[in-house]
């Protein structure tokens, strides 16, 4: 495999651990930017500083009492489960996708794993090929590619298509090489942006995956949290060349439970054996009790609908208040369709800004940090060009138990609501217009 040489490690560690030796595909990586603004966040309370916290996108909402219920019940669970996961939860999950997708799988087309993120790692260690990405893209993506050897095709985006993939964008990277595998990672709704793709988009992209036999992870993740409830899956349009990837850290706020899944079409079983096969060798198996508990979360049913319901709808007040304000201080913000993210470019501001020493996305968010204590993450660590003053926020930090109960109390969910139960969001929104005003 390309890249795996294996140079000496820093003088500090060699000479505490002389045998110890980085990877050149690890050295120069820092920590995930999401967990190292969520950690510099933390410190800088702990010291007294007043933060809003919208760096790590990390559900607001409390895993839901049937979930929560479902795994007190199984505490006693000690056994390793089977590789692919517990058989009762892969065929919970082929019932949800049946009942939300309409697509048939059988347990068998199931893998479990210790979230989605570890699923993403083996799939690229499983399958040769480029990794195929939009710019901006989540933030593990092109690392876990690097950490592998594999080379990162980014595809342009334009925020008039909501910074989603287009099928011309993807038919001209695929031309520069047609013989070249390739795995393109579609996530809809997507994090940094909150796009989520059409029917039309959706249809256009598998005709050009099909033509170039491109590999497709869907990742579905905040699929649930899709704020008009009909999020529809790629591999509806482009069924023999997907693997949907979903889980239950967003739309079920148990993303420390560490649960998620893909599912197979039979024509990629050689891959799902390969990456069950890594699995036995690195993971084992996902936690039992997890395991067992998060069969309520497929399951569905009244309690989890409702819960849903009620997640989407102050998610999406949210959003149009966050798209709303931040428009007004001249910022260009593509629509959110549906998760917890926002994407704002201040290019418009570029000139004000250069006059106050701002001139990279990573400026703006450390000025930001410093001068108004709000804590986001610069779009370069997403894949744009630093020079871009983009950044990514998540409008997570408010007590999502509280607001779940107010509505079912009888709330209107209104801007009174909003200042109630998600104060902190909206005082970082205030402060952060306020300082790029000010």
């Known amino acids: 495999m390309a890249g795996t040489l294996t140079p000496p490690a820093?003088?500090?560690?060699?000479?505490?651990?002389?045998?110890?030796?980085?990877?050149?595909?690890?050295?120069?990586?820092?920590?995930?930017?999401?967990?190292?603004?969520?950690?510099?966040?933390?410190?800088?309370?702990a010291a007294g500083r007043k933060i809003s916290r919208l760096g790590l996108g990390q559900s607001p909402f409390p895993v839901p009492e049937i979930m929560q219920r479902r795994l007190a019940q199984n505490t006693h669970q000690k056994d390793y489960l089977p590789v692919q996961g517990l058989p009762a939860l892969r065929q919970a999950i082929c019932?949800?996708?049946?009942?939300?997708?309409?697509?048939?799988?059988?347990?068998?087309?199931?893998?479990?794993?210790?979230?989605?993120?570890?699923?993403?790692?083996?799939?690229?260690?499983?399958?040769?090929?480029?990794?195929?990405?939009?710019?901006p893209s989540w933030v593990s993506y092109a690392p876990?590619?690097?950490?592998?050897?594999?080379?990162?095709?980014?595809?342009p985006t334009e925020p008039e298509t909501g910074l989603g993939v287009t099928a011309d964008a993807l038919n001209a990277v695929c031309a520069e090489d047609p013989t070249r595998p390739r795995l393109l990672i579609l996530n809809s709704p997507g994090n940094p942006t909150g796009t989520a793709y059409s029917v039309e988009?959706?249809?256009?992209?598998?005709?050009?995956?099909?033509?170039?036999?491109?590999?497709?992870?869907?990742?579905?993740?905040?699929?649930?949290?899709?704020?008009?409830?009909?999020?529809?899956?790629?591999?509806?349009?482009?069924?023999?060349?997907?693997?949907?990837?979903?889980?239950?850290?967003?739309?079920?706020?148990?993303?420390?439970?560490?649960?998620?899944?893909?599912?197979f079409p039979k024509s990629l079983a050689w891959l799902r054996k390969a990456m069950a096969v890594a699995a036995s060798e690195t993971y084992t198996s996902v936690s039992a009790p997890i395991q067992h508990a998060a069969i309520a979360a497929f399951e569905g049913g009244p309690e989890m609908e409702l819960y849903l319901k009620r997640?989407?709808?102050?998610?999406?007040?949210?959003?149009?208040?966050?798209?709303?304000?931040?428009?007004?201080?001249?910022?260009?913000?593509?629509?959110?369709?549906?998760?917890f993210y926002a994407f704002p470019n201040f290019n418009p501001l570029a000139p004000r800004l250069a006059a106050r020493g701002v001139t990279t996305s990573q400026e703006l968010c450390s000025r930001l940090l410093d001068e108004a204590g709000v804590a986001t993450l610069p779009g370069?660590?997403?894949?744009?060009?630093?020079?871009?003053?983009?950044?990514?926020?998540?409008?997570?930090?408010?007590?999502?138990?509280?607001?779940?109960?107010?509505?079912?109390?009888?709330?209107?969910?209104?801007?009174?609501?909003?200042?109630?139960?998600?104060?902190?969001?909206?005082e970082g929104i205030e402060a952060m217009a306020g300082w790029i005003e000010g």
């Open 10 to 45: 820093p003088a500090g560690v060699q000479a505490a651990c002389p045998d110890v030796h980085l990877n050149l595909n690890v050295r120069g990586l820092g920590l995930s930017a999401t967990l190292e603004i969520n950690e510099r966040s933390a410190a800088l309370i």
């Open 95 to 135: 019932g949800y996708l049946k009942r939300t997708q309409d697509l048939d799988f059988d347990p068998e087309d199931i893998l479990i794993g210790p979230g989605t993120k570890e699923l993403m790692f083996l799939v690229q260690m499983a399958y040769y090929g480029d990794l195929v990405i939009p710019t």
């Open 144 to 155: 876990q590619a690097r950490i592998l050897g594999r080379r990162v095709s980014w595809l």
């Open 201 to 263: 988009n959706l249809e256009d992209i598998a005709r050009v995956a099909g033509a170039r036999r491109l590999l497709l992870l869907s990742d579905e993740i905040y699929g649930g949290v899709q704020f008009d409830g009909k999020h529809r899956s790629a591999a509806r349009y482009y069924r023999g060349g997907t693997i949907i990837s979903d889980g239950i850290s967003k739309w079920a706020g148990a993303g420390g439970w560490r649960l998620g899944f893909f599912a």
């Open 311 to 339: 997640s989407r709808a102050v998610l999406e007040a949210l959003a149009a208040f966050v798209s709303q304000r931040l428009t007004e201080v001249g910022a260009v913000v593509n629509p959110i369709k549906g998760g």
């Open 380 to 426: 370069s660590v997403f894949g744009r060009p630093d020079g871009e003053l983009s950044l990514r926020l998540a409008f997570v930090d408010f007590n999502g138990a509280a607001a779940l109960d107010a509505l079912a109390a009888g709330e209107d969910l209104d801007a009174e609501f909003l200042k109630r139960h998600c104060g902190r969001v909206i």
